[in-house]
């Protein structure tokens, strides 16, 4: 080959490779995957996760791995499964072996019923059927004082006994309940497992537990709506959350039942027994969507005047919470201030929630 022929063919390489590479970037730009978004039913709500990033065959398998932890949370930890974890725990007092992910719930589950004062109470199970919920038949009319006071007494996260690869309810009758913190501490499971190490961004959200990785686009963080109470599909403002933070919200508008014509929440509080009243939504926003979940049902039960002093409790948790009563009033608490956005027409219903 002569001189000339070997340079046209070096720089007909050249061209060929820089017009490859050049092809190879438009289509990495344009092709970007879109936005993959899957719902489906699971834990007695709907399950949905949306997910961007470069790889469309690396979202799909972060869908797929999502649903397989989802459903492996729930056959060993749902009340409506008569052979999960949790059932064979609830129906005797001999030590049940339980799983790695069971035995960490548990772990939680009596952290946050210690940390809130027993406002959040997963032994509550017995006054949750007592009112028609949970697998309970929906009374007819108000439950009396004496059958009020009967399930009362079962209550008692002192009753679980932590092994290590083991659980026990010492007490016959002393039923765990874990309606309250499950769908939360699942998210997280689906946060940890599954986005560790894949470059996606996601959202996570469980029965409106949520919990978010990176971002929506490059130069813009996940926004979410936060529930209006009185509006079914209506927000009251938005947060943006930053890259692994969790938002819940428990209402008194999705599940109920109806006694005597008067609409009763699924929430009970423990010290009295009774379904709440006077609380319409709390959302709460932390850095673990376990914490976001308990603790939206134990403020939902303390109420507004004494919640400031159980978030103290838990720093970076924050609060937004809608007495039931009308005009609405949105209740902050003070780290809320800076980040919640309100629409504009609620802009004068804000207040802070007393310190
Ligand atoms: P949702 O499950 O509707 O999203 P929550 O997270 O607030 O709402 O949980 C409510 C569920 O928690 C109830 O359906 C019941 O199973 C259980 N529960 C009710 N009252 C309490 C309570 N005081 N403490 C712990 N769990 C509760
Ligand atoms: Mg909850």
Redesign the pocket.
Known sequence: MNNISRQTLISSILVIAALAFLVHRSRSFTSRPAPVERVWPVM??FASVTLRGDHADQLDAVCDQTAAMLETVNSLMS?YIPDSEISRLNATTEAVPVSPLTRQMLERTRHY?QGTG?????T??P??RLWG??GGKTPETLPSDAMIEAARRLMGIDKLELGENSARMTAPGTTL?????A??FAVDRCYEAVIAGNAVNAIFNL???IRVHGKATPDRPWRIGVQDPFEQGETLGFLALDSGMAL????NY??FVMINGKRYT?????RTGRP?EGMAG?TILSESATET??L???L??IGIEDAAATLARFPGSEAIMVPDRRPTEIYLSKGMQAKFVPHPEYRNAIRRLPE
């Open positions: 007695g709500t009340v019923t027993g406002a959040f109470d997963a509550v199970l006054l949750v919920f949970s309940d874990l309606g309250g913190i769908k939360g029965g409106g537990n819940a919200t428990s209402g999705e599940r699924h929430i009970i509080d423990p709440v709390v979940d308990a939206s049902t134990a939902f039960v």
